[in-house]
């Protein structure tokens, strides 16, 4: 079971142009909404994250949006560059209970920024 | 650098071999989480140390995988009898808070 539906798979952005990625999560009780960035042969990144009782965190570039009812949540990344290109992944995380807050992750969407 | 290092960064491996992987975390990070990553997919999460004690496996870790983390410092993941569906990329993640996460480059695993 899929707990973070994330899309779309691929996407293709003209410089300068708003990139937009989306989620969605099943379990309520995820409390934490990180989105990281990976480039070919590295680990993820941390990128921006937020908490389920904020709408919207903005860093530079990068906006979260979350609507708690929808149990969606999206990464905008606005004035899009070549050096942009890399795969995003949302993910989510519970405290188990045991003492682990571990990450659930979308299946990640590969951004290309084209010149 | 002062981020999370891990050793190898690529192992190729003949099916049936064992190999172990090595994570040193950030300095004074407490939480230290293993993922796996397949191709395609996002990281799956593997097990959890607090300090040199490990308190929560996934059921991805079969038997064949065992992990420590003596001394509450650096991490091993070591998988015996390697198979196929072993190959992967193997992520260490260390925290010192609740949320937040930080990841190494990673191991690239291929088993032959």
């Known amino acids: 079971q899929q707990q973070v539906k994330q899309s779309p798979q691929s996407l293709i952005v003209q410089k300068g142009g708003i990139s937009i990625i989306n989620c969605a999560y099943e379990?309520?009780?995820?409390?934490?909404f990180p989105w990281y960035q990976q480039f070919p042969g590295k680990g993820p990144a941390l990128l921006i994250a937020?908490?389920?009782?904020?709408s919207e965190k903005k860093e530079g570039r990068f906006t979260i949006s979350f609507n708690k009812s929808a149990k969606q949540f999206s990464l905008h990344i606005m004035d899009s560059q070549p050096g942009d290109s890399a795969t995003y992944f949302c993910?989510?995380?519970?405290?188990?209970?045991?003492?682990?807050?571990?990450?659930?992750f979308g299946k990640g969407t590969k951004l290309s920024v084209i010149p | 650098d002062t981020g999370v290092s891990q050793d190898p960064r690529h192992k190729i491996t003949k099916r049936g071999q064992n190999v172990t992987f090595r994570c040193d975390p950030i300095?004074?990070?407490?939480?230290l989480y293993w993922y796996r990553q397949t191709l395609g997919q996002g990281p799956e999460f593997l097990t959890y140390?607090?300090?040199?004690?490990?308190?929560?496996k996934s059921r991805l870790l079969s038997d064949r995988f065992s992990a420590e983390r003596p001394k509450g410092s650096f991490s091993t993941l070591e998988i015996q009898r390697t198979e196929q569906g072993d190959s992967a990329m193997y992520l260490c993640?260390?925290?010192?808070?609740?949320?937040?996460?930080?990841f190494g480059p990673g191991t690239r695993l291929t088993v032959l």
């Open positions: 993640a260390s925290s010192d808070r609740e949320n937040v996460q930080f």
């Open positions: 379990n309520t009780a995820f409390d934490y």
């Open positions: 937020i908490r389920p009782d904020v």
């Open positions: 993910a989510a995380t519970l405290y188990s209970g045991a003492g682990s807050y571990q990450l659930t």
């Open positions: 300095s004074e990070h407490n939480r």
């Open positions: 140390f607090q300090n040199e004690a490990q308190l929560e």
